[in-house]
């Protein structure tokens, strides 16, 4: 019997006006205290059943509880310096954040999202999954004053990682994702060491375990950047023979509206992949045909056992209203190509 496709986003969702700043990646929370986990459980909820409405069947909760999908989880980490802050080039020096410094060992000492993966669990009966920040990408938005090397400051991340991701696992989490957006900035370095890194953060769970890897957000400095890529974007061409042998279940990958050649999904025979098919820009929204068609042309290369609908990226900076009627989409399109 052919495997039903399944459909799902790659992480982050738009925080409502009510509860931060709105279409931004580092929004401020408008309410606090007892007030503010109310009100992230009230968004959170909304957004699981947004995604059950449209079809999904691989839930997250939005990174509803997150002012930032690194910065979120650091807030807990000691050995970091939040008012030593430093304007930093991230993503190669794509664009310029203010950011904290890690100034000694780092180390996690209370649990940090299984409140909140918790609430997603008893608040939906489908498959859940939740996303964490990977090795490279924290060292890749965090100022370094302690470690000899970005690498060696990484498998210290990735040992904390490994101990979130496990309190997640004991929760009933079905996905732990890691997202990696540095890799594609980076190559070289994900080759030397970041899915070295990435394999020591996912050790030893049980649950699927998932790596997004994807050219950013639609923010303007991603775009910008899109465009010097030329026709063909081949940065995956580098890294996906390397992660195809790692220890991660699933691959989380850009596909629509990129000039990414489908063939190069052929790199990863041996793992379920997360194909984008809907893009992250606001001035865009798929039909439930378009969505079919995206589906039908990664199916060309990858055999429908192993594909798993997704978006290209997480969706944080758009208007909710925007993020809404592309999970429609996303979920109308994998029910079309679902049919016979």
Not at 94 to 116: F, M, Q
Request: proline share 4%; with cysteine; hydrophobic share 40%.
């Amino acid at each position: 019997m052919t495997r039903k496709l399944l459909a799902t986003t790659a992480g982050s969702l738009p925080k409502p006006n009510w509860l931060a700043e709105p279409e931004t990646l580092w929004p401020k929370w408008k309410l606090a205290d007892e007030q503010l986990w109310e009100g992230q459980q009230k968004s959170a909820l909304e957004w699981i059943l947004e995604q059950e409405k449209a079809g999904l069947e691989i839930i997250s909760e939005g990174e509803q509880f997150r002012i930032h999908f690194v910065h979120g989880f650091l807030q807990k980490i000691l050995g970091i310096s939040w008012d030593k802050k430093i304007k930093m080039g991230i993503r190669n020096d794509r664009y310029t954040v203010e950011v904290p410094t890690v100034t000694e060992a780092i180390r996690k000492t209370e649990k940090i999202h299984s409140k909140e993966a918790m609430f997603l669990r008893e608040n939906t009966n489908k498959a859940i999954k939740f996303t964490l920040p990977g090795p490279m990408t924290i060292c890749d938005t965090i100022a370094n004053d302690h470690y000899n090397s970005r690498s060696e400051m990484a498998f210290e991340f990735a040992k904390v990682l490994n101990q979130e991701a496990r309190e997640l696992e004991a929760v009933g989490v079905d996905v732990i994702q890691f997202d990696e957006p540095a890799f594609n900035s980076f190559n070289q370095e994900t080759i030397e060491w970041g899915i070295d890194a990435l394999e020591k953060a996912a050790k030893n769970l049980k649950c699927k375990t998932a790596v997004h890897v994807c050219y950013g957000y639609g923010i303007q400095e991603n775009l910008d950047w899109k465009k010097t890529l030329g026709d063909h974007w081949t940065e995956y061409k580098n890294i996906f023979p390397a992660l195809n042998k790692s220890n991660l279940n699933q691959i989380s990958l850009e596909f629509a509206g990129s000039n990414v050649p489908p063939e190069l999904m052929l790199l990863l025979p041996d793992k379920e992949i997360m194909v984008g098919v809907i893009t992250v820009v606001a001035d865009k929204i798929e039909s439930p045909e378009e969505v079919k068609h995206n589906i039908a042309s990664a199916l060309k290369y990858v055999e429908r056992e192993r594909l798993i609908a997704c978006s290209n990226c997480g969706m944080a900076p758009l208007p909710k209203q925007i993020a809404i009627k592309k999970i429609k989409a996303l979920g109308r399109g994998t029910r079309l190509a679902n049919q016979k």
